[in-house]
Structures are given as structure tokens and as C-alpha cells.
């Protein structure tokens, strides 16, 4: 194991950080910098720990990797960022843990990308996020925990959960996507729980054989659109609500719409007017709750 504190540590040039055989670099009040397309690749139950304070940045088209039992963890107000196109990658059976009001940023075309089985836990008042055209993806099992957090993607990028994994927010977390897309794919569960999903000039999606629910939890999509297709599925219940303003519901082919004490509306905004369009064999299913088309 490596305890860096006050420290200032950089790898440029194409260089690289390697963290193998179970080996630990712990970071308080320190700052590791990856610059000009260098990168770090964990291994092997290795893990990199910011314990407070510290910054992980790669900039410039650098990368993050984390592989085989590897953890990333970003504590008391430490920043994992990366800039500049650059992209973190979570493999295998990786780990990261946001925790006490940290960060974990994507910004200028780079990506957050979990595969495999890894678990991603933000929580405590920390944020995960890309912006000006970044993605954050979930695919094949990969987990996430979201609660008292923010996701978020801004300027033109998406959210994306695919694969089989599952995916629980809850406890007053946001999801906020601003220019972009929040999409569904394949057979991924997503549970939003006592808490808000927030979507300006972009669409929530829904397809394949995925399940949405909303429990205790709101749902605005404004110049945008809700779609729901193939045989995928949305559970609105106890008193939630989805709003689309300025945009359309879209439900096609063998999609379910099941409502329990739940409410829907599609309204119009200025010049753009809202519609609830039906193709296919879709099922609607509502249970003392209601659905509201105006100016549409």
C-alpha cells in the first residue's frame, strides 16, 4: 500500500499508472494527474482510494480502467474528473464508491462506461455526470445504487441502461438530463424511489423487455418526448407523476403502461403541442389514477 497526502503526483506523455496484485494508493489532500493521452489500469483487487480532499484527474485523452476486483473510491469531498475526450471504463467485477459529497465528472466528449458485473455506488450527497456531449452508459450486469445524489448529463449527451443488471435510485436522488437522452434497453430494471427524474429538450426511453418504476417519485420531460416500445414496460405508483410539456407520449408495439395511484399529463408549451399516440398491442392498465392530454 501507498499513502500520499499533500501531495502533487503527474504521468504525461502517454505514460501510465499501474495498479496490480492487490496493491493500494490511498490519496488525502493530494492530487494525481493523468495528462496528454496517459492513462491508469487497475488490476486484480487493486483499488485507489481518495480519502478526503484529494482530485483524480485525466485530462486531455487520458483513461481510467478499472478491471478484475478493482475498486475506485472517491470520499469527503475528493473529485474523480476527466476532460478533454477523455473516458473511465469499469470492467469485471470493478468497483467505485462516491461518497461524502464527491464527484465523479466526464466532461467534452469522454464517457463513463460500466460493463460486466461491476457495482457503482453514489451516494451521500455525490454526483456522477458528463456534459458537452458525454454518455454515461450501464450495460451487461453492471449494478448501480443512487441515494441523497445526482446523475446528470448536460449538452447533448445520454444516459443509457442497458443489459440485464439492475438499477435502484432512491432517497431523494435526481436524474437530469438537459440537450440529451435517458434510454432503457434490454431487460435492465430501473427503480426510481422517493425521487425526481428531469429531462429539458431530450426524451426518455423505453424498449426491449425493460422495466421502469416509479415509486413516490416525479418524472418532467420538457421539449421532449416519452417513448415507450417493443415489450418494455413502465409501473407508475403511490402518488407518482410523469409530465411531458412540449412533447408527445409515444407507446408502440407490446408495451405496458401500468398505473396504481399514479398520474400522467402531456401538455403544450408555446408553438409545441403535446400528444398521446398508440400503436400496436399496448396495454394500459390504470388503478385510481388518471392521464391528461391538453392542447394536444
Do not use: P, W
Amino acid at each position: 500500500s501507498f499513502l500520499t497526502e499533500n501531495t502533487n503526483l503527474r504521468v504525461f506523455g502517454g505514460g501510465n499508472l499501474n495498479l496490480f496484485r492487490s496493491a493500494n494508493l490511498f490519496l488525502e489532500d493530494s492530487v494525481v494527474s493523468i495528462d496528454d493521452a496517459g492513462s491508469i489500469v487497475a488490476d486484480s483487487d487493486s483499488s485507489l482510494e481518495m480519502v478526503q480532499n484529494s482530485l483524480l484527474e485525466i485530462i486531455n485523452g487520458g483513461s481510467i480502467e478499472f478491471n478484475d476486483k478493482s475498486l475506485l473510491i472517491a470520499l469527503s469531498n475528493s473529485i474523480a474528473r476527466v476532460s478533454g475526450g477523455g473516458n473511465i471504463l469499469f470492467t469485471e467485477a470493478a468497483s467505485t464508491i462516491v461518497k461524502g459529497n464527491s464527484e465523479f465528472t466526464v466532461t467534452g466528449s469522454g464517457s463513463i462506461v460500466f460493463g460486466g458485473e461491476t457495482n457503482a455506488e453514489i451516494v451521500d450527497f455525490s454526483s456522477l455526470s458528463v456534459s458537452d456531449g458525454g454518455n454515461i452508459a450501464f450495460t451487461d450486469s453492471s449494478l448501480l445504487q443512487a441515494s441523497q445524489s445526482t446523475l446528470s448529463v448536460q449538452g447533448g449527451g445520454s444516459l443509457i441502461f442497458t443489459g440485464a443488471g439492475d438499477t435502484n435510485i432512491d432517497n431523494s436522488s435526481t436524474l437530469t438530463v438537459s440537450g440529451g437522452n435517458i434510454e432503457y434497453r434490454d431487460s435492465r430494471d430501473v427503480n426510481l424511489l422517493s425521487s425526481a427524474l428531469v429531462v429539458s429538450a431530450g426524451n426518455l426511453q423505453t424498449f426491449g423487455s425493460s422495466v421502469f418504476v416509479m415509486d413516490q417519485s416525479t418524472g418532467i420531460v420538457s421539449g421532449g418526448n416519452f417513448i415507450l416500445a417493443d415489450s418494455a414496460s413502465i409501473d407508475m405508483q403511490n402518488e407518482s407523476s410523469l409530465d411531458i410539456s412540449g412533447g408527445s407520449v409515444l407507446l408502440h408495439d407490446q408495451g405496458n403502461v401500468l398505473m396504481n395511484s399514479a398520474s400522467m399529463s402531456v401538455t403544450s408549451t408555446g408553438s409545441s403541442s403535446g400528444s398521446f399516440a398508440v400503436s400496436g398491442f399496448v396495454s394500459v392498465q390504470l388503478e385510481d389514477s388518471s392521464i391528461l392530454v391538453a392542447g394536444g
